[in-house]
């Protein structure tokens, strides 16, 4: 066992939907108190260790991906009962008031179906009449879900073929094409989906001046950022740390990778950016630079917590 974050994306409570893999307030404490308060650093404490190469292999922190506003609005609370404070890595285009469509697309297909699984159904019959369909299914034939992603155990086989075919069949474009046409068949608008999904400038400000620490995940959350030229990937960090800087007075001096995908030319961008620390999304990588530090995911958390009640567990179960 090594030294990692844990890391959290969606929360829901009576105002925020519960989007695909959302947790609650109650949830999260728990999943504190099964982990162990005495082992959760604040987030000054876990970079500044970090740095040092101080972080014995008990330590965690709490890092929260994508800015968004149920994060704040529930999981604030949470954290300044447990007296903690944490990493919050933002992508900054929402706040150019462009509703990264990312964002949109989970939360349609997570609120506007019966299931998952009906929206995945829907999806491939549409793509299936579209011009791409001939591509999918060539892609798809023999494809084996098994083996795509298998450091995500949390994700179905549907799970599993829907992003390979969003990401490496049909790639940005084609994906959103797809997209928007069963959003423009629904009885809803991107628009309407978009509102209140992230965070504004002054919550993000307030987070700052309450200890918190603000970290770069790009401008629009590509989700395959090594496929990128390092010329758009430049351009979309810069753009991000720029951003952040003029909401927070300061240059972030962290990051995490989004989708966890980077390659060489990200790390030599971070470098030359003065990103001190950034955080992959699993613990793959054994041996490791401070650019690549290890996490692993709640719901991998939540798995095992299902093995004890709350009212039983020992401290610090998960070790």
């Not at 504190?32 to 500044?48: M, P, T």
């Not at 922190?61 to 994060?71: A, G, H, I, M, V």
């Not at 793959?284 to 567990?313: C, F, S, W």
Request: a negative charge.
């Amino acid at each position: 066992m090594q030294a990692h974050g844990i890391m959290f994306h969606h929360f829901t409570d009576d105002h925020h939907p519960p989007v695909q893999g959302a947790m609650t307030a109650d949830d999260l404490r728990d999943l504190i108190r099964f982990v162990g308060r005495q082992n959760i650093l604040s987030a000054k404490e876990w970079l500044d260790r970090a740095l040092n190469n101080d972080l014995d292999a008990n330590h965690r922190c709490l890092t929260f991906d994508d800015n968004l506003r149920c994060q704040y609005d529930i999981v604030l609370p949470v954290l300044q009962s447990e007296g903690l404070t944490a990493f919050w890595f933002v992508y900054t285009s929402p706040l150019e008031g462009k509703a990264e469509k990312l964002e949109v697309y989970r939360q349609f297909r997570t609120t506007h179906f019966t299931s998952v699984d009906e929206f995945y159904s829907r999806f491939f019959r549409s793509v299936s009449q579209s011009e791409e369909g001939t591509k999918v299914r060539e892609a798809l034939n023999g494809f084996d879900p098994r083996g795509y992603l298998p450091q995500y155990p949390y994700y179905s086989d549907s799970d599993r073929v829907f992003r390979y075919v969003r990401d490496h069949v049909l790639g940005t474009e084609r994906y959103n094409r797809a997209m928007d046409k069963l959003i423009a068949e629904s009885d809803t608008s991107a628009a309407e989906i978009a509102d209140e999904l992230w965070l504004n400038a002054e919550q993000i400000k307030h987070l700052h001046d309450t200890g918190h620490i603000i970290g770069l995940h790009s401008h629009t959350h590509p989700t395959v950022v090594s496929g990128l030229p390092t010329e758009t990937q430049a351009e979309e960090f810069e753009r991000n740390r720029k951003a952040l800087a003029d909401i927070i007075g300061t240059s972030p001096t962290t990051a995490a990778h989004p989708c966890n995908s980077y390659d060489a030319a990200t790390l030599s961008i971070f470098s030359d950016m003065g990103v001190r620390m950034a955080f992959r999304a699993d613990q793959t990588k054994t041996e490791h630079g401070l650019l690549e530090m290890p996490r692993e995911d709640h719901a991998n958390i939540m798995a095992r917590m299902k093995r004890y009640t709350v009212d039983t567990m020992p401290v610090a179960a998960s070790f």
